[in-house]
C-alpha cells in the first residue's frame, strides 16, 4: 500500500554535528522522492529530491540517499546550524493512472523534528 | 521564487459555518493542491486541480470542495464547518504533468483553522 514513514519522530543534535534523518517508503514503484523542511509558522520547503535511477544526491550542505532494495530514504545535513531546526517530511511520488497521461501525487511522511542546540 | 499566498494564516468559525480558504499563486502554475496537515498523520490532499474549472478528488475529499475559476487562484470550501476540520491547511502549486523532477511543489505558508 501506500505508506511513507519516519522511523525517529525528534532527532537532538550539537551545533557543528552532522545530522541524519531516515524515512522508509513502501511503494516500490515510486520513481522520485522529495525531501521538504517545515520551519515553525511556514509551509514545506523543497530541500533537495532525487530520481529512483539515483542512489545519492548532494545540494549544499544536504545529501539524499536512496536505497531502493530496502525502500529506505535518508537526509544527511552536514554541519548542523541552529538555523536547521525544523520538521522535515520525505515524500514518495506516486503515479497515477489519469487522462491516459498520467498524474502524479505526493504521499507524505509524518515527519522528523529535527532539535539543534547551539 | 514561486510565490503561493494564503489569504488567512488563522480562522476562527463556528461549526455550521461555510468557510472560504483562498489561495494564490504567481507563477502561472497549471497544478493547485489543498492538503491538510496534523500531528502524528503528515499531510493529506483533500483536492488537487490540473486546470482552470478541473478539479479532481484527492485522498479525504469529504466534506470539502473546491473552485478554480481563475488559473492563479483555488478556493476550498467547507460546506458545513465541523469541529473534526479543526486542521492546518497548507495550499500549493506546482508546473503542469505533476509533481516531476526538478518541478516540485511550492507551499503556501498555511491556514490554521479553527472551528468551535
Known amino acids: 500500500g501506500e505508506s511513507v514513514g519516519l522511523h525517529l519522530p525528534t532527532l537532538s543534535v550539537q551545533e557543528g554535528d552532522n545530522s541524519i534523518i531516515n524515512c522508509a517508503y513502501s511503494n516500490s514503484a515510486s520513481d522520485y522522492f522529495i525531501w521538504y523542511k517545515q520551519e515553525s509558522g511556514k509551509g514545506p520547503q523543497f530541500i533537495i529530491d532525487i530520481r529512483s535511477n539515483m542512489d545519492k544526491r548532494q545540494g549544499q550542505r544536504v545529501t539524499v540517499l536512496l536505497n531502493k532494495t530496502v525502500k529506505h530514504l535518508s537526509l544527511q545535513i552536514a554541519a548542523t546550524q541552529p538555523g536547521d531546526s525544523a520538521v522535515y517530511f520525505c515524500?514518495?511520488?506516486?503515479?497515477?493512472?489519469?487522462?491516459?497521461?498520467?498524474?502524479?501525487?505526493?504521499?507524505f511522511g509524518t515527519g522528523t523534528r529535527l532539535l539543534v542546540s547551539p | 521564487d514561486v510565490k503561493v499566498t494564503q489569504s488567512s494564516r488563522y480562522l476562527v468559525k463556528r461549526t455550521g459555518e461555510k468557510v472560504f480558504l483562498e489561495c494564490v499563486q504567481d507563477m502561472d502554475h497549471e497544478n493547485m493542491f489543498w492538503y491538510r496537515q496534523d500531528p502524528g498523520l503528515g499531510l493529506r490532499l483533500i483536492y488537487f486541480?490540473?486546470?482552470?474549472?478541473?478539479?479532481e478528488k484527492g485522498d479525504i475529499p469529504e466534506g470539502y470542495s473546491v473552485s478554480r475559476e481563475k488559473k492563479e487562484r483555488f478556493s476550498l470550501i467547507l460546506e458545513s464547518a465541523s469541529t473534526n476540520q479543526t486542521s492546518m491547511y497548507l495550499c500549493?502549486?506546482?508546473?503542469?504533468?505533476?509533481?516531476?523532477?526538478?518541478?516540485?511543489?511550492?507551499f503556501g505558508n498555511g491556514t490554521r483553522l479553527t472551528v468551535t
Open positions: 486541480s490540473y486546470d482552470v474549472k478541473m478539479k
Open positions: 500549493a502549486s506546482s508546473l503542469p504533468g505533476g509533481i516531476t523532477y526538478n518541478s516540485p511543489l511550492h
Open positions: 515524500a514518495e511520488n506516486i503515479l497515477l493512472p489519469f487522462m491516459n497521461t498520467g498524474f502524479q501525487k505526493l504521499v
